[in-house]
Structures are given as C-alpha cells and as structure tokens.
C-alpha cells in the first residue's frame, strides 16, 4: 500500500535521529521531565551533610570516563568470575556510590529503565561543583550504560608520573594541555590519602612551612587524608592553582603542574584569573562528558546501576 509505504518513510525519517542517538540538552525532558530536579535534590540532600561530596563526584565521573568512556562502568559491582573496574588499584579510594544508588532507585520509580546510570553520575557531579561554588552549567545527557567492567581495564595515570607522561594519557582521550591543567584543577576540591604525600615529605619543591605541616599529619602509620587544595579544601575555586604557584601543591602532578614549561603558563593565568578557569571548566567538564559515549542501541539503561540487566534477577 502506497499509502502505507510513505508513512512508514516518514515515520523512519522522524525517528532516525533517535535510532542513531545523540547527546542533547534536556535528553529526558519528555520521557522523565523531573530527571535532572531529582538528581539535583538528592545531591543537595547529601550535600548538606557531607559537602566532600563534590570531591568524591568529580574523581567518580573521571575515573568512569577514562576507562571505557562515561559508561557507568566504574559502578558494576564484581561478581564471582569477574573482578569489575572499582577493584583496580587506583579506584580504591573512589567515593560517592552510594548517592548514585539513591537518585537510580527514585528515578525508577518515577519513570522506570529511562535514565542512565552514566547520566546520572554526569548530572550528580555538574550539581555537585555548582554546590561547592563552582560554576553552574548546562550539559547534554543520552549516555548509555555499558556492558563490560573489568579491572584489568583501567590503566589510569598515577600522581607520580611527569607531566608529559600524563598529557599522553589526556591526548588519547581527545584533550589538550590547557584542558588537562583545567581538568586537574578538580583538585581544588577533595583530598588525598598520605600514602601518596609521603614521598614528598623531603621534596625541595615544596613550601616549607607546608611540609612541616604535612610532615605532622602524614609522619604517622595512619593512613590519614589531607586536603589537595590546602586554603579552601571545601570550595570550587581558583585557589587549588594559587596554592600551586607557590609551592604548596600536594601531589607531585600537582605541583608539576606550576614547574613545567608546558603548562606553568595555563597554572598562573588561572592562579590570576578566575573567571577565566571557571570558563575553561565548563568546557572541559562538557568534553569529558562526551568521551566515548554509548548512544542510540549502544549499551543498555541499567536498571541498578551496579549490575548489567541480564545478570539481575526479576
Ligand atoms: C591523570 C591525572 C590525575 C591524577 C594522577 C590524579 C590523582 C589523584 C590522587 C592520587 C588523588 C587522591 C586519592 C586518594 O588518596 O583518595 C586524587 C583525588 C581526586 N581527584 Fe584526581 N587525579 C587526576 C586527575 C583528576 C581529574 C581529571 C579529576 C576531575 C575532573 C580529578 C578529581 C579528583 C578529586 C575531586 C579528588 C578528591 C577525591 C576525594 O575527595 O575523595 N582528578 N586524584
Ligand atoms: C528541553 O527543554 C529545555 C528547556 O526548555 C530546552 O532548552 C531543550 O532544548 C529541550 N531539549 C529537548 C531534547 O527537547
Ligand atoms: C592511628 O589510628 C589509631 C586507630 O584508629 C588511633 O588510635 C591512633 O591515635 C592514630 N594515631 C595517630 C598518630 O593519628
Ligand atoms: C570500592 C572498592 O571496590 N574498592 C576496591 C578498589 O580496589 C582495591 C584494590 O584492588 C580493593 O581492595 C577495593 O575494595
């Protein structure tokens, strides 16, 4: 029926963009128009009692998209045969999954199988920044959670490793030196287990008053945490990058960061200019955003964010 023939070709028109997905702004304003308010209260909720929050989204949402793209392969849990991304060294102390699990669980029941787990860490973290003084900013959702998580996948770049070493990680995902310093300046929230300061204790690129300070809290056998940023721990600020410009960055790539060539001019023109980083982080948080998405078919939307649908049980 001809009829029936130009319908169905309209209709394949209407809805090939949807077939091929895309990121847009607003993903779910008709399939679940309170998404993003649920996220945001559910961040706001924790936030008021724990503002570490921030910290531990922002290290959450990079760790999932530079292993395998923001997937939402960070939050499977391991199972019997498999050990999933959250048990690989680096992840050890990543924190905030329980948050995750709390705007999944809502949103379920409001508007079941529609919003992504990988969304959801994407939306919690904007949230989150905006919280902690951060700019506040539009980002697109339509992610897909993804179908594998093995620890053997993550290879995450360490603290110790030289600038360059890390800007070779950060090409590969697509980013260029100005959007790595701007990312790190994630650091300007959060903090740090002394096991990756200790080496430091004796480093001549050091403030001194700093390593005294540090060589008081860090001394010890415990494993205790101190702030990245060391004047305003808690804040999304500029002052992560001011602290690096005078030597009282905690992390050697921190501190790297205001000693090498390739990026000391990024680190002081944000030390200087705070506009001028919160721009550069709307920006870079909106790449890291797309970094290897699943879209359309791709993937599948969990219905718990720390199992693959096939493996749970109705
Ligand atoms: C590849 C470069 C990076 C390295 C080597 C690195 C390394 C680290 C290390 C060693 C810690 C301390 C973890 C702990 O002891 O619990 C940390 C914490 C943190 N990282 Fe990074 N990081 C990098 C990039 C990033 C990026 C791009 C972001 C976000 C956009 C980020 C966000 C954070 C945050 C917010 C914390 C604090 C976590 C908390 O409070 O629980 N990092 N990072
Ligand atoms: C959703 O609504 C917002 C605000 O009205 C709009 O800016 C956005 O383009 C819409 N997105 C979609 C996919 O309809
Ligand atoms: C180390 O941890 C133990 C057990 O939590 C505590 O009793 C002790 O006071 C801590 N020592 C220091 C130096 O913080
Ligand atoms: C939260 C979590 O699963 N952390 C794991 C990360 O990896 C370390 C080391 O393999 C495990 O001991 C942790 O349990």
């Given at each position: 029926m001809p009829k029936m023939e130009f319908i169905t070709i309209l209709m394949l028109i209407f809805l090939y963009p949807f077939a091929l997905g895309e990121l847009r702004v607003g993903f779910y304003n008709s399939t679940c128009p309170k998404a993003e308010d649920i996220v945001h209260d559910v961040v706001q909720r924790t936030f008021n009692q724990d503002r570490t929050i921030t910290g531990a989204l922002l290290r959450l949402h990079f760790h999932d998209c530079f292993?395998?793209?923001?997937?939402?392969?960070?939050?499977i849990d391991s199972t019997k045969g498999t050990k999933s991304e959250k048990e690989a060294g680096p992840n050890r102390t990543v924190r905030g999954y329980e948050l995750i699990d709390e705007a999944k669980t809502i949103l379920e029941k409001t508007c079941p199988s529609t919003v992504s787990c990988a969304d959801i860490i994407t939306l919690a973290t904007r949230d989150s920044v905006a919280l902690a003084g951060g700019p506040r900013y539009t980002i697109a959702t339509g992610r897909h959670d993804g179908l594998t998580s093995k620890s053997s996948d993550v290879d995450l770049p360490g603290p110790d490793l030289s600038v360059s070493k890390v800007l070779q990680a950060f090409t590969a995902k697509g980013m260029n030196v100005r959007e790595m310093v701007t990312l790190l300046g994630a650091h300007t929230v959060g903090f740090t287990h002394c096991s990756f300061v200790k080496g430091r204790l004796s480093d001549p690129n050091m403030d001194s008053d700093l390593q005294a300070g540090l060589g008081k809290f860090c001394g010890g056998k415990n494993d205790t945490t101190v702030f990245l940023d060391q004047r305003t721990g808690f804040v999304f600020d500029n002052e992560f990058f001011g602290q690096m410009m005078k030597q009282r960055g905690v992390l050697t790539l921190d501190q790297n960061l205001a000693l090498d060539p390739s990026t000391r001019g990024v680190v002081s023109e944000f030390a200087e200019n705070a506009a001028s980083f919160r721009e550069s982080f709307v920006d870079a948080m909106v790449k890291l955003g797309r970094t290897g998405v699943l879209l359309g078919n791709q993937g599948e939307v969990r219905r718990n964010c720390r199992v693959f649908n096939k493996m749970s049980v109705e």
């Open positions: 292993v395998k793209g923001c997937d939402a392969s960070i939050l």
